[in-house]
């Protein structure tokens, strides 16, 4: 039992390229997000999932998309990076009515 | 909407001594749980404690408790006998239930308080 498993690890990209960070769980979890962590702001919510097929936006959906054909992948596409994309992502996974949020152990990524 | 505030970016202490560290939030609902998730160096985030807003009785988890003041909106971690491996950032988190629908279940997050343990 893996939990939440990110890749890769850490990123470097140059300003406007493109990219998907991954994200993979195998405890069966319908509840999938990603979040992002900057200084001084703790963890702001990008996208969030309820199950395969349905997302829905967090506070800072912009640059950002996701899919959720499985119910244990939901990967995050950068589209065309930008520096103030520069952070570190988690990904997380949670079940039932009142589940704990599992975290992944996050992807660093830099734009220069 | 939501907000979870944590108004003390740094706190330290010494080992084996207690510190507590506070969270207030802001939410018109009634039925909520509150979670404090600890991230050391490592980056990886790490589940402490949670704690039912049904509940009257506060959360204890070893070393770790909370005082949980419903009214008040607040939330604090109290950290017992602290230990050189709790240094770390500490972040405050509130999620409804997953009643249905997209808007429930997501956690938001407090700005997170660093911890300092002194030997």
């Known amino acids: 039992n893996a939990g939440v498993t990110q890749t890769p690890k850490f990123q470097v990209l140059k300003t406007g390229q493109s990219m998907t960070l991954q994200c993979a769980q195998d405890?069966?979890?319908?509840?999938m997000s990603w979040y992002r962590q900057d200084p001084g702001m703790g963890l702001r919510l990008i996208h969030y999932?309820?199950?395969?097929?349905?997302?829905d936006q967090g506070e800072v959906p912009n640059g950002y998309n996701v899919s959720r054909s499985t119910t244990e992948d939901f990967p995050l596409r950068l589209l065309s990076a930008a520096p103030s994309q520069t952070s570190v992502y988690f990904c997380?996974?949670?079940?039932?009515?009142?589940?704990?949020?599992?975290f992944g152990p996050g992807t660093r990524l830099t734009v220069l | 909407a939501q907000t979870v505030t944590q108004s003390q970016p740094e706190m330290s202490v010494q080992e084996a001594e207690t510190v507590t560290l506070s969270c207030t939030y802001d939410?018109?609902?009634?039925?909520?749980?509150l979670f404090w998730y600890k991230q050391p160096p490592s980056r990886q985030m790490i589940l402490v404690i949670r704690?039912?807003?049904?509940?009257?009785q506060n959360a204890t988890e070893n070393r770790f408790s909370v005082n949980f003041q419903k009214a008040a909106k607040s939330f604090s971690l109290k950290i017992s006998d602290s230990q050189l491996g709790d240094a770390a950032m500490y972040f405050c988190?509130?999620?409804?239930?997953?009643?249905?629908?997209?808007?429930?279940?997501?956690?938001?997050f407090g700005q997170g308080t660093i911890l300092t343990v002194h030997p």
């Open positions: 997380a996974s949670s079940w039932g009515l009142a589940g704990t949020w599992f």
């Open positions: 405890m069966n979890h319908e509840y």
């Open positions: 999932s309820v199950g395969a097929g349905i997302t």
């Open positions: 939410t018109s609902e009634s039925d909520y749980y």
């Open positions: 704690q039912e807003a049904y509940k009257q």
């Open positions: 988190a509130y999620r409804l239930p997953n009643a249905g629908g997209t808007s429930y279940g997501k956690l938001t």
